[in-house]
């Protein structure tokens, strides 16, 4: 089909071709420093958008390393450590604080009533002069 167009007029078929299959606009000194400024500008976009998500995703990964189950265990493991230094330094003498995960029986609980309000009959949230019931 573009033959019989070409073909109707040489003059229009010449014009056609050099303009269609030629780069050399591409290539022209004219065109340099609005291609230059186009992919700087660009890249200046592209750095601009993705910069702050890239920073954004790095402090997130650190933060997701503070929560493996071996950074965990670690930081349980010291604040127990210092749980026992404290209550050593506490008391003057050695605890004999149990090894196991589960937490001392010594410690009162502030849900669970003191052994001397448990042994006087009283709640851990009544005072020790209101009536009881």
């Known amino acids: 089909m ?12 010449e014009t056609f071709c050099t303009t269609c299959m030629d780069a050399s606009p591409l290539f022209d000194p004219e065109y340099f420093p609005v291609i230059a ?3 700087i500008g660009f890249a200046g976009l592209a750095a601009a958008l993705l910069v702050p998500i890239w920073r954004f995703l790095d402090r997130e990964e650190e933060v997701a390393e503070d929560w493996t189950p071996e950074a ?12 026992v230094e404290k209550e050593e330094t506490r008391t003057g ?3 004999d604080a149990p090894s196991s995960d589960a ?3 010594d410690a009162p609980s502030s849900d669970v009533p003191s052994s001397d309000a448990a042994a006087s009959g009283q709640g851990a949230s009544e005072a020790p002069g209101s009536p009881s019931h």
Do not use: Q
């Open 2 to 13: 573009n033959n019989a167009i070409l073909d109707l007029s040489s003059d229009v078929s």
């Open 37 to 39: 400024v186009t992919l």
């Open 72 to 83: 965990v265990a670690k930081r349980l493991r010291e604040l127990r450590t210092e749980n």
């Open 93 to 95: 003498a050695p605890s």
């Open 103 to 105: 937490p001392s029986s």
